[in-house]
């Protein structure tokens, strides 16, 4: 039997994300080859106070805008997603991706559907996600959003750009692009993992598009690593990757791909961005009060940020941050 997608980072949290499944077998890479390019920021009580303060007087002057080019089902107002009983929902660019990952044998099918029988089986729509036939556009919910994590994880690790060819990946004192978690990691690939590396242009981006997925994806960050999407060395990483790519491919701003990763982030981190959004809270402001580069960014989502809002609002308890997968 292949082996599940695993992860090679190593975590010091107490539990991971209940939307996350918990398979995981792979050893884990040295420690100096796993050591953020970021370094570690220290976050104090004012700190926090002083950006949440700007950026709420920041936002009283912008208004509103509508996305009426793009159908994203992500709206900052409805962010209390992070609460128990409401929830969250991104629209993907879907069409033939999943044939094409299949196609060009980032995914091999057959360990795919090995994986998820042992999960209990694919439903009608998952299994539809890897034919020609899926919908133009589908909804990553609470419902699925452990299996869209390794879907698009498959999209950022084989598809073409610039972060995974030139970027911080290739840094040679990680020893190689191979040696992470998103790539030592991914066990479903139709041989070598590496042949498939940024080796497939799956997703057309023009350079303006391509420039905006490297723009936006330095800004944000997930709370089990201390690095942005643009080194995406863990599966949340190289799945946000994808994420970003395929809706700058349909013309997504700067704005909907931001919120477009607070969704994602709050879906596959939810008792993180729980313990966030009772931070906020706790300094009498609403989360809908903070722009989505903000919560996104290092200063909440990093692994670092999170780990001193956590030690505030739970006393060092509550949900760590974990990339099984």
Known sequence: MHQKPTNHHEHHHNKEPREVATETGATKPAQEQMKPLLSEVRVSRQSF???????????SLVTARAFGHYPLNVDNKSFVVARPG??????????????????EGVIDES?????????GGLTTDEQALLTANAPAEVIMDAKNASYFLNLLWAVG????HEALAEGSMQDERYGGAGNFASTGGWTLARGDTMQH????????LTPEEAERVTRVSQD??????????????????????GLMELMASKGATDEELYQAALSANSLWFR?????????????GLQVSQIPAKELVGQNFASASAFQAINKEINQGGGGGASCAA
């Open 49 to 59: 106070v002083a950006l949440l303060l700007a950026v709420a007087l920041l936002s």
């Open 220 to 241: 944000i960050y997930r709370p089990c690593c201390n690095n942005a999407t643009h080194f995406p060395d863990c599966n949340h990483g190289m799945a946000m990757l």
């Open 271 to 283: 008792e993180q961005y729980q313990t966030i959004t009772a931070f906020v809270e706790s300094r």
């Open 197 to 204: 590396y940024g080796a497939h242009r799956m997703i057309p």
């Open 157 to 160: 690790l084989g598809n073409a």
């Open 111 to 119: 360990k795919w559907q090995e994986l998820y029988q042992a999960r």
């Open 86 to 103: 409401q929830g969250m929902s991104v629209s993907i660019p879907w069409a033939e991706m999943g044939a094409a990952l299949v196609r």
